[in-house]
């Protein structure tokens, strides 16, 4: 899965070193994204990020950034023959690289993610037991990231952009699916 999630990257960053060589069209844009994400443990997780967008042609270009999610997972630990219910709000640093194809209708963007497991925190406090150390081994895994969204213009160099995403991460089997808002600006 990981040998294919490269051959895919190598792929897309040939791809956009060979459009900015051949078109003369590019225009970037830089954003913040505000998602708000239902995960694969049936909660709704908050998210941000920074975005990177270049447009190459009329019709392709290239997207990335980096954002941060969490991912609630809930345990139950034993300590002296008593069972505690006990949420730990996992975070973390997730980085995609997208193909992005614009249309007048909709634009597309598909790629692979690459998440990291940057720290957590404690989400219960009625729990008698407080957890001092959790990690996850490896921290980093890989996902698929598809998205649709519709630019909308405000003003000059100024838009905002709704969006429908989904990102299935491999690894733990997790997913996450949304909607979400750019704001972006034109370089």
Known sequence: ????????LVLFLF???FSILTYSQKQS?????????????????????????RQMTSSSGFET????????????????????????????????????????ILNISVGPTLDYFIGWHQRNDESNLNITSYTISPKFDFGLLLKVSKPIQIIDKFSIEPEI??????????????IGIVAKYEL
Not at 1 to 8: A, D, E, F, L, S
Not at 33 to 46: K, P, V
Not at 81 to 97: G, Q
Not at 171 to 176: L, N
């Open 15 to 17: 791809l956009f070193q």
């Open 65 to 104: 950034g980096l954002y941060l999610r969490t991912f609630t997972e809930d345990l139950v630990q034993t300590l002296n023959t008593n069972d505690y219910n006990v949420s730990i709000s996992e975070v973390y640093c997730s980085l995609p690289i997208l193909y992005k194809y614009y249309s007048k």
């Open 165 to 178: 995403r989904y990102n299935p991460i491999f690894k733990y089997s997790r997913y996450y699916l949304g």
């Open 1 to 8: 899965m990981i040998k294919n999630t490269y051959k895919i």
């Open 29 to 53: 844009f830089i954003g913040i994204n505000f998602t708000e994400e239902w995960t694969s443990n049936n909660n709704i997780r908050h998210g941000i990020g920074f975005t990177f967008e």
